[in-house]
């Protein structure tokens, strides 16, 4: 059953060729800590293929009637490939992640996709990481590279890759609840150590 403990809501955008762990983890997390969370698709379609032809049918679309990106405190970026291109084509998600990261509001992004924040100039002179394949991206846009699972830079968090979308997730959690709510956590998830 979902208990809602806060009012901070998080978008998970999800496009064709996502890496599913990446998004999916986060959304699962998200949950369990009480944080209302929407998979958002970029496209009309709220059905997206993931890079391992998994289906994920999603919450919402950025096409539908009514939707603002303003409705949210976190905007969150799965990577994957080509779902990594396809967000970075994705102009209204890239003006609001811009737009999110001039307010401080949460921006989140891991494997291939801290490269599009890097892109934007948001990593400019800020730690960061990516998945090993993309590192050069961030660097080459001044971006501090860091060899931690997970970065959090003020209002930014990044992630390697899939096998760091737990620690990606936690992080995102703690920016959002604090570090109480990620202790409380961790037991439920079976996290040791």
Known sequence: MFRQSTDKRVAVFVANGLE???????VGLLFRAGIPADTVSITPDRAVTSSHQVTITCDRSIADDGFSFD???????????PGTLNLKACEPLTEAVKAFDQAGKGVAAICAAPSILAELGILTNRPATSN?????????NGAILSGE???VDGNVITSKGMATAIPFGLEIVRWLLGDA???DLKPRIVLEG
């Not at 409705?71 to 490939?81: A, I, K, Q």
């Not at 090993?132 to 080459?140: A, D, G, M």
């Open 20 to 26: 599913e762990i990446e998004g999916l983890t986060v």
């Open 71 to 81: 409705e949210y405190d976190m905007l969150v970026l799965p990577g994957g490939m």
């Open 132 to 140: 090993p394949s993309f590192q050069h991206v961030l660097v080459e």
């Open 149 to 151: 699972p997970a970065v």
């Open 181 to 183: 709510a990620v202790e």
